[in-house]
């Protein structure tokens, strides 16, 4: 690979160092009070006029799953349960606690009260919601085009069941956000940025790799991570009901993948790396919650600078990756061409991932189970 087809650093994130907060702050969503967004899609819409049901049994399997694993999130969920925001923020405690613990002296944070602390709890909330929402929009466009675009007629076939599946988080996301929190938040730039080049891409594998691998990758990670953290019981089973949708999501993004990148040259393979890193860079700045400490009144630098420096948000940042990782691996792209995209996840700290369980393996244990259906 010449390094004259190698984007630097710069090229693909807009800084050197991928770790520089005021590169990362100066990225800001220009249209944050816009309705509607509106961004090239440059595409061709693909007929298959082959039929034949099977011919990918892997993926035969999976929209058969699809099919049964349908539910409703009108009907199936507990909306008559009393969310208190107050009191979830204090019960979880734990998420924020270390925060307080901090040598705060000579920060914006100084003279803050339990007030101000359980107020950031609050928005957190309303941000980290409001995140997962437009990200599941994202993945209804960009799955409604992976259904145009892919050749094949049993992707097509299960691409079809996500996009219902989509369709259905926003819908429960946006819900709980009206009825249970206490406010919306804009898309944050960098995930608009990241959906914005997944839909812009006219190649179809590129749509995959972005949505199915690095972007619904991410959210399950963090799906399970507050599935495990909050004592919410509603936003519980909600995490619930959604992760074993996004796990087969993943696992759809694993088998198209997989087949398809074998037959790639090194140099379609090293484009695939680095729109991988790129991804993973804008998702992992995405969780900085920048616009939340700007809701606060508080300098967006000072706060970052303290809050990446808590062992809860060191860790949440690391555990995104568990997912994206092995699934990287699992697709090859870790150690082809001089194992670029390895050196670079060693770069920003989440290489340990790599011999966790692809989403392929463990697939089954998303499945919902008896216990996690509600019986009315």
Not at 362 to 370: C, I, N, P, Q, T
Request: net charge negative; aromatic share 10%.
């Amino acid at each position: 690979m010449s390094l004259a087809e190698e984007r630097t650093t710069q090229d693909l994130i807009g800084r050197e160092d991928v770790n520089d907060i005021e590169a990362i702050l100066a990225i800001t969503n220009t249209d944050r009070d816009s309705v509607i967004s509106v961004v090239e899609d440059n595409s061709d819409a693909i007929f298959t006029w082959d039929y034949q049901k099977g011919a990918r049994p892997s993926l035969e399997k999976l929209y058969e799953k699809a099919k049964h694993s349908m539910w409703d999130g009108e009907k199936d969920l507990p909306w008559d349960t009393e969310v208190d925001q107050e009191k979830v923020v204090l019960a979880n405690a734990e998420m924020n606690g270390d925060l307080m613990e901090l040598d705060v002296a000579g920060t914006p944070f100084e003279k803050w009260t339990e007030k101000e602390w359980l107020q950031v709890g609050i928005e957190s909330q309303n941000w980290t919601l409001s995140q997962f929402m437009h990200g599941e929009q994202g993945a209804m466009i960009c799955t409604a085009k992976i259904v145009e675009t892919v050749p094949w007629i049993d992707a097509k076939y299960y691409a079809s069941t996500q996009v219902m599946d989509e369709a259905r988080h926003v819908e429960v996301f946006a819900k709980y956000l009206d009825t249970k929190m206490s406010g919306h938040y804009p898309v944050n730039a960098h995930l608009k940025m990241l959906l914005d080049d997944i839909v812009n891409d006219s190649r179809w594998d590129m749509t995959y790799l972005g949505m199915q691998i690095m972007v619904e990758g991410l959210a399950l990670a963090a799906f399970g991570f507050i599935h495990q953290l909050t004592t919410e019981p509603l936003l519980k089973q909600l995490l619930r009901y959604v992760m074993s949708d996004e796990a087969r999501h993943v696992a759809f993004g694993v088998l198209s993948l997989q087949e398809f990148y074998a037959e790639l040259t090194d140099a379609e393979i090293f484009e695939r790396q680095q729109f991988a890193f790129e991804a993973a860079v804008r998702m992992r700045d995405r969780f900085l919650q920048q616009e939340v400490w700007e809701r606060m009144g508080v300098p967006v630098k000072d706060a970052l600078e303290l809050v990446m420096m808590t062992p809860t948000r060191q860790m949440f940042q690391m555990m995104l990756f568990s997912k994206v990782v092995p699934n990287c691996k699992k697709l090859g792209l870790l150690d082809r061409n001089d194992k670029w995209l390895r050196h670079r996840f060693e770069e920003i700290g989440v290489i340990q991932f790599e011999d966790w369980a692809d989403t392929t393996s463990e697939l089954d244990g998303f499945a919902l189970l008896e216990s996690d259906v509600r019986t009315a």
